[in-house]
């Protein structure tokens, strides 16, 4: 009988410290890592052999921003993370889990901000959600044959519908009473005793409700008053977890109430995570905002973190579905009309096209889109000619305001106009420094979201890359093992769970990477189905990168290829458990 169930010989081996990396074999057996050797291991003594000669040998990565909630229910093996070499997964991200609130409410408040179809995932948890409580989620979770481990946060939003209702939820002039609020503690406490993370909540107001009893309404977290908040995080800065947060940006101002409940002066520290640092090409001193107020903040006895996203931020639209729009009046109007043909009347109006373009051509009010159309490239377009080109070069040639074009095409073509624009991240000198800021978490992926308009699956391999770049240019912005350290340990770390690491005795959760894989694009997306769900979406390729990945030690991706039993069979990714 085999001394070993996997040995892998002679690859560059990181243990997710940040420790200087060596030449190593790696043997599994039972789950963990049972020998680190300088020298290579007797293949006889394993049941499988992996060559990693000239390959890079490092834990599982962590992806600590996904809304996996729904797929995970149907299609729990979620490989479109674990192909490219993530091992753990958080959901319950932006106030929006599915944990307390009844089928139909989960539905709404996940499907339009995320958009992932409503007509999908209405029918998954009316079929499936038998739980309404932590306690109950976490037991349906470990009966799921998980792919990845996964952690979770209880959001914010689900909270408040599973104890006030849906409308009562999302109507300005309700404040739960002390009841409803001593039961929302309640179920915080018995979340954090349950193994999750924290608390989720969100302030951005573009982030609408699905289905016809609120439809447009922003999502119900945002209607809390801050008094709210700081009663719940009081349960979290006394146990030590974490509140993940999402500032309004259209009051910048806000996220200093997120920023002074994080503080710890004269008290224990709360755990802060925002989104999202980002270079923004509409407002260049947002990225300088959120340095200095980190930096502050920790200062001050704080334990904060932005997340940040290590690559260029691309937006994809169909025609004008995109949450772009909504962050300003003319846009939102638009997309508070589900009917096509009262939206068209809408889009043709001339008084509705002179406040667009009142609002487009304001450049002093809060923006994350850059409100650019010459910055914004057609990738798909009945008039065949067009495509690669933005639309300023169009309008120009068609003697058109560059708004009217676009909202003509949109009318035209709906969403066979396929369009993409950078919204930030895009000066590479920049990133490189944001990158290396340790008061961020590389992290915000947004993974089993945004179906059609994003796709950062990949965003670990992402963040190597810029890192090999810079030391290829004889400029390393940090070294190699720094950057698997901040994709791996460092977060398990900060977050608080056992993840992250591939000492002798660690969990087996190890990734296989030929380095010269990613020197690939990167950033070039492909299709593929969606599994449990039966419709395509947007993801990432990258052949000739991540060669084999074990979860648990087990084999999850074989020589490139997601093994068959992913997400049938237990034995791979478990529930973490905050600690």
């Known amino acids: 009988m085999a001394m070993y169930d996997i040995v892998i010989q002679g690859g560059r081996y990181f243990d997710g410290t940040g420790a200087a990396a060596a030449i190593r074999s790696v043997a599994v057996k039972d789950g963990k890592v049972a020998l680190v050797s300088t020298t290579p291991i007797d293949e006889g003594l394993a ?10 040998v490092m834990p599982g990565f962590i992806d600590s921003h996904t809304h996996y909630d729904a797929e995970l229910i149907v299609a729990p093996g979620l490989s479109e993370s674990v192909r490219h070499g993530v091992t753990t997964v958080l959901v319950g991200s932006c106030s929006l889990s599915m944990v307390c609130s009844a089928p139909e409410d989960a539905s709404d408040i996940f499907t339009r901000v995320e958009t992932v179809p409503r007509d999908k995932v209405l029918p998954i948890l009316q079929q499936h959600k038998t739980w309404n409580t932590p306690a109950q989620w976490v037991e349906f979770i470990r009966r799921q044959p998980l792919g990845p481990n996964l952690v979770s946060f209880l959001g914010h939003s689900d909270l408040r519908v599973g104890v006030m209702g849906l409308h009562r939820a999302t109507d300005r002039q309700v404040k739960p009473s002390e009841a409803e609020m001593q039961q929302m503690e309640g179920v915080l406490e018995q979340a954090l005793d349950a193994g999750f993370l924290g608390l989720s909540t969100m302030c951005l107001k573009w982030d609408k409700i699905d289905g016809d009893r609120e439809w447009s309404k922003s999502l119900p977290s945002t209607y809390a008053h801050w008094s709210e908040v700081r009663r719940l995080n009081a349960l979290l800065r006394k146990r030590g977890r974490v509140h993940q947060g999402a500032p309004n940006a259209a009051n910048p101002l806000q996220v200093l109430q997120y920023l002074g409940q994080a503080m710890g002066v004269l008290r224990k520290p709360l755990k802060t995570t925002l989104i999202s640092m980002l270079d923004l090409k509409g407002n260049r001193t947002i990225a300088p905002m959120a340095r200095l107020s980190a930096w502050f903040t920790n200062l001050c006895g704080g334990d904060f973190r932005w997340q940040l996203l290590p690559t260029p931020f691309k937006i994809y639209a169909d025609g004008i579905d995109v949450v772009l729009f909504e962050e300003f009046g003319a846009g939102e109007m638009a997309l508070d009309l589900k009917d096509a043909v009262a939206r068209n009347a809408l889009l043709k109006d001339e008084n509705y096209r002179r406040t667009f373009r009142k609002f487009y051509a304001e450049k002093l009010s809060p923006r994350v889109w850059q409100r650019d159309f010459g910055d ?17 070069e169009v309008a120009v040639e068609r003697g058109l305001h560059v708004v009217d074009l676009f909202l003509d095409m949109v009318v035209a073509y709906g969403t066979e106009l396929r369009w993409y624009t950078v919204i930030g991240n895009h000066r590479q000198d920049v990133l490189r420094k944001m990158v290396c800021n340790p008061n961020t978490l590389i992290t915000f992926s947004d993974a089993g979201a945004h179906l059609r308009n994003m796709a950062f699956y990949n965003l670990p391999l992402r963040l190597l890359k810029l890192v090999q770049q810079s030391h290829g240019e004889g400029r390393p912005i940090m070294t190699l093992e720094k950057a698997i350290h901040r994709l791996t340990g460092e977060q398990a770390d900060w977050l608080g769970i056992d993840a992250g690491r591939i000492r002798e005795g660690d969990r087996a959760d190890i990734v296989v990477l030929d380095p010269r894989g990613l020197q690939q694009d990167l950033e070039r997306e492909s299709w593929a189905n969606m599994a449990g769900f039966d419709i395509p979406r947007m993801v990432c390729r990258n052949p000739g ?9 087990r084999l999850a991706v074989d020589d490139e290829e997601v093994v068959a039993p992913l997400g049938l069979e237990h034995g791979y990714g478990r529930f973490l458990a905050a600690h």
């Open 376 to 392: 914004a490239v057609i990738l798909g377009c009945p008039e065949q000619q067009l495509i690669g080109r933005n639309f300023a």
């Open 545 to 553: 990168c991540v060669s084999h990945v074990l979860i648990n030690g």
């Open 47 to 56: 049941e499988r052999v992996i060559a990693a000669q000239g390959k890079w």
